[in-house]
């Protein structure tokens, strides 16, 4: 189903429990030791809100919300008030050097995706942020900020006014919420109880983070698609399936450097499908080509590991 671009009442949200998860699997062998599976590369959020609930016109809000909302059909945001900037306290004012989301910008490449590190111990950890909030993002080209920039604040894509020269690094600073939905028990009923003291509440209000939602209506394609006319840098956000009717033009793919972190090994990440008569589709990483997409053919693009370097491959083509 949809998203809805609203924002979940701050002062319900404020004294709610939950925070990141991953999905690791504990295996113990006979002898005692353990293997570990690390299944997801990105953090997944829960949260309970229910402990924001402090009158009856708490839960009026929440009844409201809730019916506009469809239960768990659709989505929504909502603010983490433990971590909700990119400052390295996740909550500090944010500042244009906050977060590298562009080590080494391609030439002509204009979008960038918004993300958040973890560093610690030498170990960096990425979040992709999709919902940062409008009028805090703050971008830095090479250390010098920048205005000429504009936010999707419905994917946490930038487009920058001009093309940074290659070699460049972009660095930003925001806000952002966590687009999240109600859990699936909350769909089947909202339990309510209200009691002589005039206050209501709910044993649990569930919220889980909404990861890479896409749009179910009838047959659809996998992570979304886009139609492709001019020179395009693909997003993971912006869809996997990359048609690409204008003629002769660039594919830039996503930088690739930080190897696990962002992009696990194998894929498919992108399908790069070339719909023009004559034309070729040239894929690039930075400035380097991967591959040429003849016309009328296609290309699966997939991330390798060789010698401790990250790079993009792309087969079929």
């Not at 030791?33 to 929440?62: F, I, M, N, T």
């Not at 506009?68 to 059909?73: C, N």
Request: overall charge negative; hydrophobic content about 35%.
């Amino acid at each position: 189903m949809s998203f809805h671009e609203v924002r979940f009442p701050d002062k319900l949200a404020y004294g709610s429990r939950g925070g990141p998860g991953y999905a690791t699997e504990v295996l113990t062998l006979d002898s005692g030791r353990e293997v570990r599976v690390q299944r997801w590369a990105e953090p997944r959020s829960q949260y309970d809100a229910s402990y924001g609930l402090k009158s009856l016109a708490d839960l009026g809000e929440l009844i409201t919300f809730y019916h506009a909302r469809a239960g768990a059909a659709h989505g929504f945001r909502f603010k983490d008030f433990n971590d909700f900037t990119s400052a390295s306290d996740h909550i500090g004012t944010p500042a244009a050097d906050d977060v590298t989301i562009e080590a080494s910008s391609a030439s002509g490449q204009t979008e960038y995706q918004l993300k958040k590190t973890y560093i610690n111990g030498g170990v960096t950890q990425t979040k992709t942020i999709t919902k940062p909030v409008t009028g805090t993002v703050v971008l830095a080209v090479n250390g010098t900020p920048t205005t000429s920039f504009t936010v999707d604040t419905t994917t946490g894509i930038i487009t920058a006014g001009a093309a940074p020269t290659a070699g460049s690094t972009i660095t930003a600073g925001y806000e952002y919420d966590v687009p999240v939905r109600f859990g699936e028990s909350l769909d089947e009923a909202l339990a309510i109880s209200r009691d002589s003291n005039e206050l209501g509440s709910l044993d649990s209000i569930p919220l889980i983070e909404i990861k890479e939602e896409v749009a179910h209506a009838g047959s659809f394609n996998y992570g979304g698609a886009a139609q492709v006319t001019a020179n395009y840098s693909a997003t993971l956000a912006g869809g996997r399936v990359l048609y690409c009717t204008g003629g002769a033009l660039t594919v830039s793919l996503p930088n690739p450097a930080s190897g696990l972190s962002s992009y696990p090994l194998g894929g498919p990440y992108f399908y790069v499908i070339n719909g023009h008569a004559s034309g070729a589709v040239t894929v690039k990483e930075g400035v380097t080509t991967v591959a040429t997409v003849a016309a009328g053919s296609a290309g699966i693009v997939l991330m390798k590991e060789e010698g401790g370097t990250y790079g993009w491959v792309v087969v079929g083509a």
